[in-house]
């Protein structure tokens, strides 16, 4: 009965920062598979970055450099750093933790994930 609430989006403009909290209830994010994804508008949906289960961050290429994931144990948050945002950043974005024993964490991978966020938008303007 675990739930993430994702907070933090809004509208920037080009070359802005942002930064996404995902706030975890039901369960604690250690040891977790967790990670960011995003959907525009007419898109799939797509990894953004995560953390696996031994605390390595994998991203996608497309925010490499310019996004960070980190974690506060103590507050059980999820956090996504956007900086140097572009247009083609805009979307909806989704945390998202797996909690099951023994699964193979693909942080990029949608499959990888049991719970999941109901979003938050981010816009960018050029």
């Known amino acids: 009965q675990g739930q993430l609430v994702e907070s933090g989006g809004g509208s920037v403009q080009a070359g802005g920062s942002l930064r996404l909290s995902c706030v975890a209830s039901?369960?604690?994010?250690?040891?977790?598979?967790m990670g960011w994804f995003r959907q525009a508008a007419g898109k799939e949906r797509e990894g953004v970055g995560g953390i696996d289960r031994d605390g390595w961050p994998s991203y996608a290429d497309s925010v490499k450099g310019r996004f960070t994931i980190s974690e506060d144990y103590a507050k059980n948050t999820l956090y996504l750093q956007m900086n140097s945002l572009k247009p083609e950043d805009t979307a909806m974005y989704y945390c998202?933790?797996?909690?099951?024993?023994?699964?193979?964490?693909?942080?990029?991978?949608?499959?990888?994930?049991?719970?999941w966020g109901q979003g938050t938008q981010v816009t960018v303007s050029s």
């Open positions: 039901g369960y604690r994010y250690s040891r977790n598979c």
């Open positions: 998202a933790v797996d909690t099951r024993i023994g699964r193979r964490c693909r942080v990029l991978l949608q499959s990888s994930y049991n719970y």
